[in-house]
């Protein structure tokens, strides 16, 4: 086992200022903050591989009401490399009493009790939003809610860049999806990229623009970030602008079904991530880097991509265990 610099890594810890603080929205953090987080993270690096009894007796909770691989396993992960405990209920609605119309409050004022810290994955974003009044001073952490925030997956992806660029400044980004009305990690990310000083442009359908809250919780509180909209690509134009990008970030789509599925995959074509493009930048010395945030469907991108080094999806995945240690040994303290 490598020795760690245990006093470095509890000045980091305290350096975030975050201890005993809900993370539901990427909006939890200050810049400083986020910054002072992917420092802790990288100190953590060290322990992303093996169990830390840094938190001994701590428990982390894990109320999954929609399917999950990376976020749920992730943070088992996380928890467990930092020495602590994980309870799951990953099908509480046949699983809990939620089954027997148990209503999320009454749960949730239980649940509080056995952790130390909560993770909430929740279809409803209001249901998940009013959850916060339920839970005590036990800190809760937005896993996924409804089609509102994923704040988490964007901490990751940001943590991604950072370590990747050593900044988040300046990078141009483009976030893009059929659909950016339901893109939740789109909306996380779109956020915190404007808010480090990147330039976002969210380019979508107009009919599925991002939300105009996204947009304007940035204007109103960082009036001079760079974040526009971009509409109505098709395969040719969508590919010239991927071309002038340091990343293009995929947030992923759910695909329709029924009498819209014809017009949805022509949309979605709009949209196709070609592997020729990053190819032809490459070799004029650009890299452009491809984020989906997974799980995905075949027509996004071309799965190519995979073998090459602008895919940063993957890369992720370790990121994801680091940055998630340190969102939970910030908030233990
Ligand atoms: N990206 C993400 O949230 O993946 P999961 O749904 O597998 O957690």
Request: aromatic share 8%.
């Amino acid at each position: 086992m490598t020795a760690l610099p245990m006093q470095s890594i509890k000045a980091a810890i305290n350096e975030v200022g975050f201890a005993g603080q809900s993370f539901i929205s990427i909006n939890s953090m200050t810049n400083e903050q986020l910054i002072s987080l992917f420092e802790l993270g990288k100190k953590l690096e060290l322990m992303n591989r093996d169990r830390w009894d840094l938190y001994p007796g701590a428990i982390t909770t894990l109320l999954f009401f929609q399917p999950s691989t990376r976020t749920r396993m992730s943070f088992e992960t996380a928890m467990n490399r930092l020495g602590g405990n994980v309870i799951v209920e990953n099908s509480p609605a046949t699983t809990s009493s939620i089954a027997k119309e148990e209503s999320l409050s009454d749960m949730l004022r239980c649940v509080a009790q056995y952790s130390n810290i909560m993770v909430l994955r929740h279809p409803d974003s209001d249901a998940a939003r009013d959850a916060v009044n339920y839970v005590g001073d036990t800190p809760l952490i937005n896993g996924g809610w409804g089609h509102w925030e994923h704040p988490t997956q964007a901490l990751l992806d940001l943590y991604t860049l950072y370590r990747k660029f050593g900044r988040i400044e300046g990078l141009k980004v483009v976030v893009a999806s059929t659909d950016m009305i339901e893109a939740r990690t789109g909306h996380s990310m779109a956020q915190g990229l404007a808010r480090l000083g990147a330039e976002v442009t969210i380019a979508s359908p107009k009919a599925r623009r991002v939300p105009s809250e996204v947009i304007e919780n940035i204007k109103k509180n960082y009036p001079s970030a760079k974040i526009e909209e971009a509409f109505d690509f098709n395969r040719k134009s969508f590919n010239e602008l991927i071309s002038t990008q340091d990343e293009v970030y995929l947030p992923g789509c759910s695909a329709v079904a029924g009498e819209n599925a014809e017009t949805f995959k022509k949309s979605m074509d709009d949209y196709f991530v070609e592997h020729e493009t990053l190819d032809a930048a490459r070799e004029k010395g650009h890299m452009v880097y491809v984020t989906h945030t997974l799980p995905r469907r075949a027509g996004e991108m071309d799965l190519a991509i995979d073998d090459t080094p602008n895919q940063l999806a993957f890369e992720s995945i370790l990121h994801s265990v680091s940055i998630r240690m340190a969102l939970l040994a910030s908030i233990l303290g």
